[in-house]
Nanobody, 123 residues
């Protein structure tokens, strides 16, 4: 069983909105810090947003005010609501889970990953 499954990606015009979902089938989901990363062609995977097990949220500077991360522990799901999308947001978006608190931007600290969902914002 795939531990994390993303959905909700697609194509939008610049300025549009999308909401990504990540359904988790990992034990004790509520104990995990969840994050969204993205990877554009030819670039490294970069951290976008994080929500801790306690519900505290953090954002990469370029998405602050446009993206909102949230979680529903009853549904074992984490979301990323994206608005005012820009062409530079185009990437494959991945969700990830970790119990680590030391380095939230470090991909090596994450225990579980999804397969990714493509987001394209066209000008």
């Amino acid at each position: 069983q795939v531990p994390l499954v993303e959905s909700g990606g697609g194509w939008v015009q610049s300025g549009g909105s999308l909401r990504l979902s990540c359904a988790a089938s990992i034990p004790t989901f509520s104990n995990y810090n969840m994050a969204w990363f993205r990877q554009a062609p030819g670039k490294e995977r970069e951290w976008v947003a994080r929500i801790t097990s306690g519900g505290t949220t953090y954002y990469e500077e370029s998405v602050k005010g446009r993206f909102t991360i949230s979680r529903d522990n009853a549904k074992n799901t984490v979301y990323l609501a994206m608005s005012n999308l820009k062409p530079e947001d185009t990437a494959v978006y991945y969700c990830a889970a970790t119990r680590d608190y030391s380095a939230p931007r470090d991909v090596l600290k994450y225990d579980y990953w999804g397969q990714g969902t493509q987001v394209t914002a066209s000008s």
